[in-house]
């Protein structure tokens, strides 16, 4: 059975302060890692999709890596703006369903 | 990215009645949806799998005949919530896949009274 953990549950962070959130999985077979980020009351946004070990993807202040056993997303100079809940999740060859972790709510203070 | 709307964003109901949740998929077609639900400050939990042309999937322990799936055509899909109760209270969110990546509704609030 595939199983995300992500790390730590909760982060708080200063205004510029940068720091990374984990996300370990175990999947028969990855077809790719998705991040979303989760506001309140919403429906996950879309991110990033990693395919294999040693990937990175960019967005704005948003970086993610990929090995074979973890996935990171790093938040550089963060804005109070980046606050939200953070999902990671995986998707095994031959499947469509996504496996979610339980994310990680990050809230940047000014 | 792709866009996927849902209707309604926010629904109370009294116990016992039934209550319909649209998800369409605006910009592509999909032939597989997506049905899940959250808790407050838990993760989502797939309830469903939703296929144009036949039968839903569901995931161990969702009652089929509580939550009725109908994939009606390619761009819609509806989840049924017959004879609700308090405890079906929830935030329930469809999503809809283009390619590899997967994209979400922006979720329906159901409150049971």
């Known amino acids: 059975e595939d199983q995300v953990t992500q790390s730590p549950e909760a982060l708080r962070l200063q205004e510029g302060e940068s720091s990374s959130l984990n996300c370990s999985y175990t999947?028969?077979?990855?077809?790719?890692l998705f991040w979303y980020r989760q506001d309140p009351g919403k429906g996950p946004e879309f991110l990033f999709t990693?395919?294999?070990a040693g990937e990175e993807k960019e967005k704005e202040r948003l970086k993610a890596t990929l090995t074979k056993k973890e996935s990171f997303l790093h938040i550089t100079a963060p804005k109070p703006e980046d606050s939200a809940t953070y999902l990671c999740?995986?998707?095994?060859?031959?499947?469509?369903?996504?496996?979610f972790g339980a994310g990680t709510t990050v809230t940047v203070r000014a | 990215g792709a866009v996927v709307s849902q209707h309604p964003s926010r629904v109370i109901c009294k116990s016992g009645t039934s209550v319909k949740i649209e998800c369409r998929s605006l910009?592509?077609?999909?032939?597989?949806m997506f049905w899940y639900r959250q808790f407050p400050k838990k993760s989502l939990m797939l309830m469903a799998t939703s296929n144009e042309g036949s039968k839903a999937t569901y995931e161990q322990g969702v009652e089929k005949d509580k939550f009725l799936i109908n994939h009606a055509s390619l761009t819609l899909s509806t989840l049924t919530v017959t004879s609700a109760h308090p405890e079906d209270s929830s935030f329930y969110i469809c999503?809809?896949?283009?390619?590899?990546?997967?994209?979400f509704g922006p979720g329906t609030r159901l409150t049971v009274t």
């Open positions: 999503s809809a896949p283009t390619g590899i990546e997967q994209y």
């Open positions: 999740a995986v998707q095994a060859w031959g499947d469509y369903k996504l496996s």
């Open positions: 910009d592509f077609q999909a032939t597989t």
């Open positions: 999947v028969s077979g990855l077809r790719g």
């Open positions: 990693l395919y294999s």
